[in-house]
Each structure stands twice: as C-alpha cells, then as structure tokens.
C-alpha cells in the first residue's frame, strides 16, 4: 500500500514539473511534504529507503525549477532521506544560497530544515564531509541575523551542537586546517550573533562554550577572521555580570588574549576589542587584577601597544607596511581602552606599587597628556587622570610618580582649567594625593590654584567636595597659605558644605572638619568670623548629638550609617567642637592630613 502511495506520488511529481506555473509550484511543494509524510509513515526515510535512488533523481531535476519554497522543501527529503558525499555537498549548497536572501528566512522558520542540518553538524565526520559543513555553517551564520529564526535555533539545542563541532575541530588530527579554518570563521560568527540574545547568554555558560572559544583562540591565534569574531563574542559577554565572572574563571584566558595581542598589535578592531574585555574582567574582580599581571609578559604587551598607538601619527605607512595607519578617533578608542585596563590594575595593592614603579608605564602616561588636548582627546586625558590617582596612592620610594610629583602636578592644570567637570575631578585628586609634598602646595598657591579649588565647594558635588576639602586640608598644613585660603572664603564654604552633606557623606563631613581644623589652626587662630563659628558650633551640636541625628536621617529617609559617623567624622568633630568652645585653646594642635 505505501508502495504504491510513493509511486504515485513521484509520478505525480514527475508530471506536474513539466509546468512551470506559480500554481504548479506551490502543488509541487505540497507534494514534497506528502511524500516526506508518506516516507515517515512508512519509516521509509533514511538510507535503508528501497526506492532511495529513484526519489532523489527525480528530486534533483525539480532543483532546475529555481523556486526557494521548492528548493528547501526537496533539500529537506534529501537530508531526510540521508545524501552523502557529493549529493551532502550540493544540497548543503542549495540551502545556503537560500539563507544568503533575508527574505527567505520566513522559510526556514515554517521547516524543520534548521532541525536537519543541524543533524548534519553533529552526525558528520569534519574530515570527510568539511566542505558541506563549512556550507552548513555559512547557512546558520546568514540566519542567526535573523532574532525570529534565532529563537528557533536556541529552541534547537543549537549551541550545544556548536559546542561539539568547534570541540571535534580542535582535536581533529587528519582535518584540513584551511577548511577548519574557514568552518571556525563561520561558527564564531554565528556565536557572535547569538552574543546579543538574553536568553543566549545563560546557554554560554551552561554549555561551557567559553573555555572552549579560549582554545580556539589559543590554536587559531594566526587567523585574524577568527579572532576577531571571538573578540566580539567576549567584548558582548563580558559586558554582563554572570557572563563575566565565567570568563574570568578560565585561567588559560588571561594568557591567550595576551598572546593574541601580542600577535597582531597593528589589528585595531581586533586590538580594542580585547582591552576592553580585559577591562571588564579586571573591573570588578581582584584576583583577576593579579592574575593578569603575573601573566608572561603582560606589561610588556601591554606598554608596547600603548607606544604603538601613542604614536601611532609618527609612523609612515608608506616605509612599514606593518605601520598603523589609522585615525586619531581609533588610536584614541584603543588607548581609553588600554588606560581603563590600568587603572582597574592598579586598584590591587600588590599589583598597584609595581605599576607605579613602571618607569615606561608612568612615563606614556605623562605624555598621554603632555600630547593631547582636552578638545580631541577628553575621555582619554579623563582616563588617562583616573589611572595616575590610583598610582598616586602609593608612597613608596620606587614610585615613578613620587619621584616625580611636581611634574604631575604641573600637568593636571591643563586638565583641572578645563570645562569638563570629570577632568576637574581627576584633577583635584591627584591635588589632594601630591600636596603632601610642600613643593606641590607652593606650585598650587603660586599658580593660583587653590581659588579653583576653593570654588569647587559650591559643586553640589559630594565627590567633588570632598576631593576639594583633601587638597585645602593639605595647603591649610602651611600657615602662611591659611590667610590666602581664608581671604577667598574657604571656612565659610566649608561649614556651607558641612551643612549640606552632614548627614548624607560622613566621611565628607569629616574631610571637612579636617579642613577646618588645619585652616584654623586647631581652632586657635581668629579666621572664623562670629556668624561662621555661631554656624559652625550648631551644626557640630547637632550632628554630635546621636539621639536627633537619629532623627533627621528618618525625617530625610536615610539608611543610619553609624559605622561610619563614628569612624569617620566623630573624633574629628568632637576635637573641633571643643576648640572652638575655647576649651583647650593653649595647647599645641596636631594638624589633620
């Protein structure tokens, strides 16, 4: 009986392509699916097919047709029907020839062709069948464009079938490296546009698809196709927590983009890509801050990219192929990159005293500023600033920028003069770490400085104020600077400040208690006027008073932070409180750092 069903089917079939009418090929297409149902029925499907040979023959010749809708529905009885060799080959053509047209894809998600070539992938041998995968592939890079057909490939299990195909490329000894090659640059592509998926994302983890993209990256570390979609896989995933914390996890990751950059400094899309993964590993994570550091050669790499792209106007094309020729936006875009990755590394206590005593580091870094100007290069000079405070931290004799604290500080007044208040931020930091040094505060008060300063208390800017309090701590240390600050308002800004942020900042509040205490000299010089130390004395009443401090923070909704109010600003407050009261005005005074 399903013989003689199949029989007539194909006849039918054999007849009705004699037209070539829209109407005969939607018929020709419902007559595909019936024979696929009839052959299913039967369990006819398969090599074991009796009338196997016939079926395709005749499938083939209605590929003349050149209908899409036609096409995909014969090319999914063919791999139902399990073609091989060269039969795999052209069908697997067939089909990506139909993926390459967007408005095909409606096609593939109304078929389980996606379902079939995905068999493909997992049933056939790479060494054997490598240029019909590479088709396969190709096919599933075109589609994955497509969010639709992308949930239906997720639905499909297909990232654990990838998983499995990228692993057998690795391993495979006998596979041909240029066609494995070229089926990679494919898969990552794919994987890349599966990178932008919610639902993907959780797959990248669960699959352990990471480490295994780590060991591409580390074979196929010459095939810049390759590494580069890989680099956007990780740029895109490591942007997102969980994604992330599994990256940083893989110990070989570190070394194998290190490598990578190592190979192909000149490759800017390449090269961003992988600082600013390295970035956001090194963001949040200190034990990744130390584990890239103690990589072979990890400063080196990296300091040698920094002068590339530093100087990457100074290079002639013309005479050095290998010579970056690229604009100052992209040069610009690598260092922001470059200087992040730094500055995070820096962070770690152990990793930060070796930077800072990097003579080659500290030395881009200072020229970073000397060479660009705020208008063309704003965020990098903001970068490049935040990097040098961290380093700033550390007093070590070593220190680079110790050695050489004067100069920093002559290069933060381009920053500090500047419109953008994150500069200025910046800026006032590193004030605040330098102007422990005397010499610093003698550059600081002779260039005016500090009137900058001063004026930054009115920022409404909590980590504004604070910095600026740090560096009028520091320039309060010296007595004959106490009159110059006082005379531009310094106190009468500070307890304004005090008043503001109180309950909001205690470790502002205290900085500016700190503040007060050195420009008053303990309290023993008469800078405050009478309205101020009136002012200064409630304010000091009231935050001391822990029952009605209580109090405002329920009145403002405020979480309690008694930890820190007794940390942080009681000791100094209650020091303050009784010198303005007069009750220890004699003694000698401990200025506050």
Request: net charge negative; glycine share 4%; hydrophobic share 40%.
């Amino acid at each position: 009986m399903f013989k003689n069903k199949v029989i007539l089917l194909l006849q039918e079939l054999e007849s009705e392509a004699a037209g070539s009418s829209t109407a005969s090929l939607t018929h020709l297409c419902e007559l595909c699916e019936r024979l696929h149902g009839t052959l299913s029925e039967a369990r006819m499907l398969g090599r074991h097919c009796k009338r196997r040979s016939e079926i395709l023959r005749i499938l083939f010749r209605l590929i003349d047709l050149r209908s899409a809708q036609l096409s995909l529905h014969i090319a999914k009885l063919c791999l139902a029907l399990s073609v091989s060799g060269n039969n795999l080959l052209n069908i697997c053509k067939l089909i990506y020839k139909i993926s390459r047209s967007e408005s095909n894809d409606i096609l593939f998600r109304h078929t389980s062709i996606i379902e079939l070539l995905l068999g493909v992938l997992h049933t056939e041998d790479v060494c054997l069948s490598g240029e019909a995968l590479l088709y396969c592939v190709a096919t599933f890079k075109f589609l994955s464009g497509n969010t639709s057909v992308l949930k239906v490939l997720l639905d499909q299990n297909f990232l654990a079938v990838v998983q499995t195909l990228i692993y057998k490329l690795c391993k495979a000894e006998e596979v041909n490296l240029t066609t494995a090659g070229h089926i990679l640059v494919q898969l990552t592509a794919t994987l890349r546009n599966l990178a932008d998926h919610p639902e993907a994302r959780t797959l990248f983890i669960s699959i352990s698809i990471l480490p295994t993209l780590c060991l591409v990256l580390s074979l196929h570390w010459d095939d810049h196709d390759v590494c580069t979609n890989i680099s956007r896989i990780f740029s895109k995933l490591s942007s997102y927590s969980e994604c992330c914390l599994a990256l940083a996890q893989i110990p070989e990751s570190y070394p194998t983009i290190l490598e990578v950059l190592s190979k192909h400094p000149q490759k800017q899309d390449l090269v961003v890509r992988l600082l600013f993964t390295l970035g956001n590993l090194t963001a949040k994570s200190s034990e990744s801050r130390q584990q890239l550091y103690e990589c072979d050669g990890c400063m080196d790499t990296v300091v040698q990219l920094y002068n590339n792209y530093q100087r990457r106007d100074q290079l002639a094309p013309q005479k050095d192929p290998d010579a970056l020729s690229i604009s100052v936006k992209e040069a610009d875009d690598v260092l922001v990159k470059l200087v992040r990755l730094l500055a995070n590394m820096s962070i770690h206590p152990a990793v930060g005293p070796l930077l800072a005593a990097n003579t080659a580091c500290i030395h881009l870094l200072m020229e970073t500023l000397e060479l660009r100007s705020m208008q063309e290069s704003e965020e990098l000079l903001v970068k490049v600033a935040a990097t040098i405070n961290n380093l700033s931290f550390y007093l070590e004799e070593s220190s680079e920028i110790r050695c050489n604290h004067l100069t920093t500080a002559k290069l933060m007044l381009k920053l500090m003069l500047s419109s953008s208040m994150d500069a200025t931020l910046e800026a006032t930091r590193i004030f605040g770490n330098l102007s422990h040094h005397k010499d610093v505060r003698d550059f600081i008060m002779q260039n005016k400085v500090y009137r900058f300063v001063v004026t930054l208390l009115d920022s409404r800017s909590a980590e504004m104020c604070f910095s600026a309090c740090g560096v009028l701590t520091n320039l309060a240390l010296d007595p004959l600077n106490r009159v110059r600050l006082a005379s531009e308002g310094a106190l009468a800004k500070l307890v304004d400040c005090l008043g503001d942020f109180g309950p909001c900042d205690w470790q502002l509040a205290g900085q500016a208690c700190r503040a007060v205490w050195n420009l008053t000299g303990g309290g023993s010089e008469e800078l405050l006027d009478t309205q101020e130390r009136e002012m200064l004395l409630r304010i000091l009443t009231t935050y001391l008073d822990k029952g009605g401090l209580e109090k405002i923070e329920k009145e403002v909704k405020m979480e309690p932070h008694s930890a820190c109010w007794e940390l942080e600003f009681l000791p100094i407050a209650e020091e303050l409180m009784k010198a303005l009261q007069g009750l220890d005005l004699t003694a000698e005074h401990t200025p506050c750092f």
